[in-house]
């Protein structure tokens, strides 16, 4: 499975931005995908995953209620939707990707995702 980021960008405080990872292969619909972020010094961090059903969503305690992650397996593609943005969102936000075992299940580790994408600079100016 390859992985393609996009959709970042630079944002004001409030504003909303939606990513999206692009994934080849023909077993992404059996695949339970993430959203992780980096800033600058600090260790990348777990911010919404959806399992390879799409029944399941989990998320941060940081993003609760202002992201939406969610997944169309026609399209191969997994989003996240952000919205009232803040600039401690500022981060380099990466998907990822693990062969699901269980649908209900997705993790937020980044050691238990196989694959990942190059990342998409996000910016949130105050």
């Known amino acids: 499975v390859q992985l393609q980021a996009s959709g970042g960008g630079l944002v004001q405080a409030g504003g909303s931005l939606r990513l999206s990872c692009a994934a080849s292969g023909r077993t992404f619909s059996r695949h339970a995908m993430g959203w992780f972020r980096q800033a600058p010094g600090k260790e990348r961090e777990f911010v919404a995953a959806i399992s390879w059903s799409g029944g399941s969503t989990y998320y941060a305690d940081s993003v609760k209620g202002r992201f939406t992650i969610s997944r169309h397996n026609a399209k191969n593609t997994v989003y996240l939707q952000m919205n009232s943005l803040k600039p401690e969102d500022t981060a380099v936000y990466y998907c990822?990707?693990?062969?699901?075992?269980?649908?209900?299940?997705?993790?937020?580790?980044?050691?238990?995702?196989?694959?990942w994408g190059q990342g998409t600079q996000v910016t949130v100016s105050s």
């Open positions: 990822a990707a693990v062969l699901g075992v269980i649908a209900t299940i997705a993790p937020s580790l980044p050691r238990d995702y196989d694959y």
